[in-house]
């Protein structure tokens, strides 16, 4: 109910608990229990992933986040065979958020990892992968909705930093690579500056 004539109607949270109402839901089983321990889930890390590695549309990264994907499908696999990984969203070349972990639990995003003073980031970071390859573009509807899904989870969640994958594990990963702009993420979101790390690549790259 409303108090008054012109209050806008109750908006629904987009959240049903730490699913997120808009995504499509997958569900992963490569997820565990945020430790007791853990600092509040403060850091969203943007990563890429596609496969085949360049190849888009495929729906093998939802197999892969479900333990579905057969190995033995592309050569490619057989380096990977047997990885059990996940991450809370993927963001498909379509700007479609797809969901595979509850954000209250802890996906398999971010390996060995560092972060704003913190180790293991995935006790306490939500992980969004990006549909796309290392060193390459992304699709502007994949930054309108990376957008508006890091605005939703700053609802809920203390969001104080986003970051890369290789930011967070430097040396060992390279994604989303010098494709990525952090520049439009930062615009879109209007958040400060130092929540986003220090971008070194050079804007002669061609970023989409
Ligand atoms: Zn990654």
Not at 65 to 80: E, S, V
Not at 89 to 109: K, N, P, S, Y
Not at 165 to 172: Q, V
Not at 184 to 204: I, R, Y
Request: proline share 8%; with cysteine; aromatic share 10%.
């Amino acid at each position: 109910m409303t108090t008054s004539d012109d209050a806008a109607p109750a908006t629904h949270s987009p959240w049903k608990g730490g699913w997120h109402h808009t995504a499509r839901r997958l569900e992963s089983p490569n997820h565990g229990p945020r430790p007791v321990a853990a600092s509040a889930v403060d850091l969203i890390v943007v990563h890429s992933i596609s496969l085949p590695p360049g190849e888009y549309g495929t729906g093998a990264v939802q197999q892969l986040f479900t333990n579905t994907l057969d190995w033995d499908a592309h050569p490619y696999y057989q380096g990977i065979r047997g990885l059990q990984v996940s991450s809370h969203f993927f963001i498909d070349r379509a700007g479609v958020a797809w969901q595979f972990v509850d954000c209250d639990l802890r996906a398999w995003h971010a390996g060995q990892s560092f972060y704003r003073g913190r180790a293991q980031c995935n006790d306490d970071s939500i992980g969004i992968e990006l549909e796309g390859l290392e060193g390459l573009g992304f699709e502007a509807a994949q930054y309108q909705t990376l957008a508006w899904l890091c605005r939703d989870i700053a609802q809920r969640y203390p969001i104080g930093h986003v970051a890369g994958h290789e930011h967070i594990a430097p040396g060992r990963k390279q994604d989303p690579g010098p494709g990525f702009d952090w520049a439009d993420l930062q615009n879109a979101l209007g958040w400060p500056l130092q929540s986003f790390p220090l971008v070194t690549h050079p804007t002669a790259l061609p970023l989409r």
